[in-house]
C-alpha cells in the first residue's frame, strides 16, 4: 500500500488553527501531547479542511490511481462517513456504517467505486461518536504500483539562520529515517553564510557555498542532485515552517504521476493570519498574481473552490516559489539565471518544462513579505520582472510596456515618499540597462548590496520609541472624487504648502502595500507586524522632481535600446543559465 496522505493534526510550533485541520460539534478535545482527538457521545467530527480533505479530482487525473482506500485508527464506537463534494452538484456518500475501533483493529474503507459519480471534487471523511470515542489517525492510501520509484534530493539554501535550518535539517533526518522512503531521499543543506553548524549523517549532507544568493544556492543544491543520479528535486527556504507530511505527499505524488514532466509546487501562508491564503501557485504577467491570494481556509466551499479549480500547469505564464518546489531533474533544460535572489524561481519555472501542480495541504508557513520589503528587496524585484521579459519568449511585451513595469514601481515608491527606494530602483533598471554581463560580473551582489545600503536612512527600521506615533487625519482622501484629486496631483507633489495641511497617519505592517491611507497624506509612519519598529518619511517636492528627472532619461534610453537589449540577454541566456557557468563562479 502507498499513503496518499495521513490526516494531520494542529501543532502548537507550526499551527494552531483548529479550522484548517477538522470542524466539530458536540463535547470534544484535542491531545496536542499525544495527537488525538476525544469525542463524547454524539459529538462529531468533519476532515474536510485544507490539511486534510483529499484532492482527488488531482489524484484521480494526474496520478496512477486505479484502487483507492481509508483507514482509520482509534478506540471507541461511532457512524463513519466518507462523502464525496463537488462543486454545483449534489455530494456522495461512498460509505456510511457503523464501526468499532481498537488499538489493535483500525477500520479500513474500500472507495475504489469513487469514480463512478466523477472525480472533479475532494473526498473527506466525518465520524459520529456513538459512545466516547478517540481518534488517533486516518490515511488514504492505494495498491496502484507506482509508475517510478523517484529518488528525491532536497535541497536547502541558509544564510546566517543557524538555529532554523539546523531545527528544519533534524526534523527531515528524524522524517526519513522513519518512512517508507528512507532509501530514496537525501537533504542537503547548501550555506551560503558558511556559519552553521551541522553534522553529517547518511541522510543530511551539509555543504558550505559561496554566497552567490538562492539563485547561486539552489544551483548548486541541483549540481549536487544531478551528479548524485537523483530522479527529483526539492527546493526548500531555510526559514519555512512545515509539516513533515508535506515530503511524504509530494513523494507520493511523484511516484504516482502518469507524466514524467511533473513538478509540485507548494503554497505559501503567512505567519500573520494563518487562515489565510497567500499564495497557491502565481502568474507571472508583467507582474506577479498570486493565485487564491486572500482565500479564508477555514471554510468548506472555499476549500473545494481552490481545489476544483481547473489547473493551470498549461499556462505558460504558471509558475511556483521556491519556498516548496519539487521537480524531475530529467526536466530541467535552464538552470537558475543569477539573479542573487527575487525572480530566479519565476524564470526557472517559465524557462523549463515543468507540468506543475499545486496540491492543498501542501504549505510552507512564513513571515509577512510585507515585513521584508525593502529598498534592496525592491532593487532586486525590478531586475527580475525587466529580465522576465527579456529573456522568456512567452510573455514577450513591447518596449514602452515592458518600460511602464518600472515607472509603476517608482510610481508607488514616490507616492508612499519613498525617495531612497526610487534611487535604488533607477539603479536597477541602470543596471539592466548594462546588458547581461552586469549579472555575470555581479552573482554575488557583494557591490551592489554596499551601494543600496549607503542610499538608506529615512527608511531604516528604528525602535518605536524614537518615532512620533501622534496621528493626524484632517479628512477621507481614500474615496471618491479626493482620491481621484490626489492621484491626479501625484499624491500632492503638485500641491503648494502641501507638506504643512497633509494628513499623518501610522499605518500597520498589514495595509503597508495599500494606499488606503497614503492618499492625501505628507507625512507616513510604517510600523512592522510586531509593532516593536517603525520609520517615518515625508513629502519632498525637490527629492520628487530631481527622481522625475532622472526618470525621464532612463525611459527614453531603456525604448530606444529595448531592441537591442533584448537580442544581447536572449543571446546570453543559455549561458547565464547552464550548469557550467555556476560551476565556474562557485569556484
Known sequence: MITLQNIIFPNRN??????????????????????????????????????????????????????????????????????FSKSGRSWEILYSEHIHLSADAPHTVDLSHFHQHGTDGIIFFKLKALQDT??????????????????LAISITTFRREAEVQNTAARLDALVRESDYKDDIRVFVV??????????TEIVTYMPN?????????????????????????FMDDDATFHMENILRTYAFLALTKDPKTALAGAMISNTHKWRMWESGAIFDRTCHPLFCGLDLRYHDNILE?????????????????????????????????????????????????????LNGIVSFQDDFSDKETAQTLYLDLRNHLVQHLTVEAI??????????????????????????????????????????????????????????????????????????????????????????????????????????????????LDRSSFAKVWGASQLTYLNAAMDKGYTVKHSKLRFFALSAKIFWIYIRFVLGYNKLRKAY??????????????????
Request: net charge negative; charged share 20%; glycine share 8%.
Open 14 to 83: 507550526i499551527c494552531t488553527e483548529y479550522e484548517l485541520y477538522f470542524h466539530t460539534s458536540g463535547n470534544s478535545g484535542f491531545s496536542s501531547e499525544t495527537s488525538s482527538l476525544w469525542l463524547a457521545a454524539n459529538s462529531n467530527i468533519s476532515f474536510d479542511t485544507f490539511f486534510n480533505a483529499l484532492s482527488i479530482g488531482k489524484w484521480h487525473t494526474e496520478c496512477q490511481l486505479e484502487n483507492l482506500f481509508l483507514t482509520v485508527e482509534g478506540e471507541g464506537e461511532g457512524e463513519l462517513l466518507v462523502v
Open 396 to 509: 514577450h511585451i513591447s518596449a514602452t510596456k515592458c518600460a511602464n513595469i518600472s515607472l509603476w514601481f517608482l510610481a508607488r515608491a514616490l507616492s508612499r515618499f519613498h525617495y531612497e527606494t526610487a534611487e535604488a530602483l533607477l539603479l536597477s533598471w541602470n543596471d539592466v540597462l548594462s546588458g547581461p554581463g552586469f549579472f555575470a560580473a555581479n552573482a554575488d551582489m557583494a557591490t551592489r548590496r554596499s551601494d543600496i545600503g549607503k542610499l538608506i536612512n529615512d527608511e531604516k527600521w528604528k525602535p518605536v520609541s524614537d518615532l512620533d506615533l501622534d496621528e493626524h487625519i484632517g479628512y477621507d482622501a481614500h474615496k471618491g472624487y479626493a482620491r481621484k484629486f490626489f492621484r491626479t496631483t501625484l499624491n500632492g507633489h503638485l500641491l503648494p504648502f502641501f507638506s504643512m495641511w497633509g494628513n499623518r497617519p501610522v499605518i500597520c505592517s
Open 191 to 200: 550555506d551560503n553564510g558558511q556559519t552553521a553548524i551541522i553534522e553529517d
Open 306 to 358: 481552490m481545489e476544483v479549480t481547473p489547473s493551470r500547469h498549461d499556462d505558460p505564464r504558471f509558475y511556483g516559489g521556491w519556498w516548496y518546489f519539487a521537480f524531475p531533474i530529467a526536466a530541467v533544460e535552464n538552470y537558475p539565471f543569477p539573479f542573487f535572489v527575487r525572480g530566479d524561481d519565476i524564470n526557472f519555472s517559465l524557462t523549463n518544462d515543468f507540468k506543475i501542480n499545486t
Open 210 to 234: 559561496a554566497n552567490l544568493g538562492g539563485a547561486g544556492g539552489f544551483a548548486r543544491g541541483l549540481m549536487e542532485a544531478e551528479n548524485g543520479n537523483f530522479t527529483h528535486c526539492l
Open 570 to 587: 536572449k543571446n546570453e541566456y543559455p549561458k547565464l543559465a547552464s550548469k557550467g557557468f555556476w560551476n565556474k563562479v562557485s569556484k
Open 134 to 151: 478517540t481518534l488517533t489517525g486516518a490515511r488514504y492510501h492505494t495498491d496502484t504500483p507506482p509508475e517510478i520509484r523517484p529518488k
